[in-house]
């Protein structure tokens, strides 16, 4: 479900290795879009004649500027012409905390490496260590190699499913019917249906019943990324296996689609104009049950895109959020991050569509 892209800072220059030092000595502050870094030195490393068992360490402060928490992300730059990086070893420390330890010749050759979450205006000094192995051969200690970072956020680069409206409250319109099996219209009750005739059952549900059954649930998409989808043909799929098939639709960089039955959902909300809808003339699966229930947004050659799950639904996670408030919403805590977990959801008292 989570495919990232990184949208990463690079802040590097040439300059002399000048051993390692004890704390924290900024000389220079790179301000780049809303992630201000700050190196010890430039660049990070530079090594020569660097002797087994010999380790230096570095400081980078990095502060965030951006409007939401953000994952930082770091990818290795290196002029390693002499093969130096295989024989040392690098560790991230964030205050004390190991994020990560391994070859640095590993590092090099990844996309990018997720090191901490940093929320609005938090600040922290990361620790950067190099270590030159005991086992390495002595052919290395007369190598160099100058080693640097790139810093950035973690960004993602796929349409998520931001907030759910399952749990309908009065005056903002009706549950699904299996939600409120003691407030049914008249006309609504038959569609419930029984076993007896599941033929018949089913035929009288998809010709006559999703006419008439009134239910303002919507679920609500989010364009995190700086394109624009083409979400016609999506499906979302719920507990029932039934797959809702979303109309001709796009979603622009920074847009929401909020998706549900009908028009007459639009009137119980004060919606953002960058906002759009999909109407589907039919319920959202069969109905979002409140006790708990899932969803999988899936694109048009069924590929799953994103999840959520909630109450007693382990279909998406192991333990899905709870219960929430009548009126109340399950939305993303930040809607341009996902790692896929129920931690990225909570209920929202005040659900905001297409905000």
Same mark, same amino acid.
Do not use: D, M
């Given at each position: 479900m989570r495919k990232l892209s990184i949208k990463l800072i690079p802040l590097f220059v040439a300059a002399t290795f000048l051993g390692a030092l004890l704390c924290p000595k900024i000389t220079r502050a790179a301000l780049? !879009? !809303? #992630?201000? %870094?700050?190196?010890?030195q430039e660049p990070l490393f530079f090594l020569d004649n660097f002797a087994p068992g010999q380790m230096v360490e570095r400081w980078v402060k990095i502060t965030s500027q951006d409007d939401l928490g953000r994952m930082v992300v770091a990818r290795g730059l290196a002029d390693d012409t002499g093969g130096l990086a295989e024989a040392l070893e %690098?560790?991230? =420390? #964030?205050?004390g905390t190991e994020l990560w330890r391994g070859k640095l010749s590993d590092f090099l050759v990844k996309d990018s490496l997720p090191l901490f979450f940093l929320n609005n205006a938090e600040e922290h000094l990361l620790l950067v260590t190099l270590t030159f192995s005991h086992q390495a051969d002595n052919e290395f200690q007369s190598r160099t190699l100058t080693f640097d970072l790139a810093l950035g956020w973690e960004a993602i680069d796929? =349409? %998520? =499913? !931001? @907030?759910? +409206? +399952?749990? %309908?409250?009065? *005056?903002? *319109? $009706?549950d699904s019917p299996s939600d409120r #099996?003691?407030?049914?219209?008249? $006309? @609504?009750?038959p569609c419930l249906g029984n076993d007896t005739f599941p033929f018949w059952r089913d035929f009288w549900k998809r010709k006559f019943c999703q006419a008439v059954i009134r239910n303002q649930e919507w679920v609500e998409l989010y364009n995190p990324t700086d394109e624009? $989808? @083409?979400? *016609?043909? $999506?499906?979302l799929e719920d507990n029932s296996d039934y797959q809702t098939i979303l109309s001709k639709a796009a979603i622009k960089p920074g847009g929401y689609l909020i998706i549900t039955k009908d028009f007459t959902t639009r009137a119980f909300w004060p919606v953002a104009w960058r906002a759009h809808f999909s109407f589907l003339n039919r319920q959202i699966g069969d109905g979002l049950d409140n006790a708990g229930d899932h969803l999988f947004l899936k694109n048009e050659v069924g590929e799953s895109i994103d999840a959520v799950g909630w109450g007693n639904d382990t279909a998406v996670w192991d333990s899905s959020p709870g219960s929430i408030p009548l009126g109340a919403s399950l939305a993303r805590i930040n809607r341009d991050w996902d790692s896929d977990l129920a931690e990225d959801f909570s209920a929202q008292l005040s659900p905001s569509p297409g905000y």
């Open positions: 780049e !879009s !809303s #992630l201000k %870094v700050e190196f010890e %690098v560790v991230f =420390i #964030l205050e796929h =349409i %998520v =499913i !931001s @907030e759910v +409206y +399952y749990q %309908v409250a009065p *005056g903002r *319109g $009706w #099996l003691n407030n049914l219209f008249t $006309w @609504e009750k624009r $989808w @083409e979400v *016609g043909g $999506w499906k």
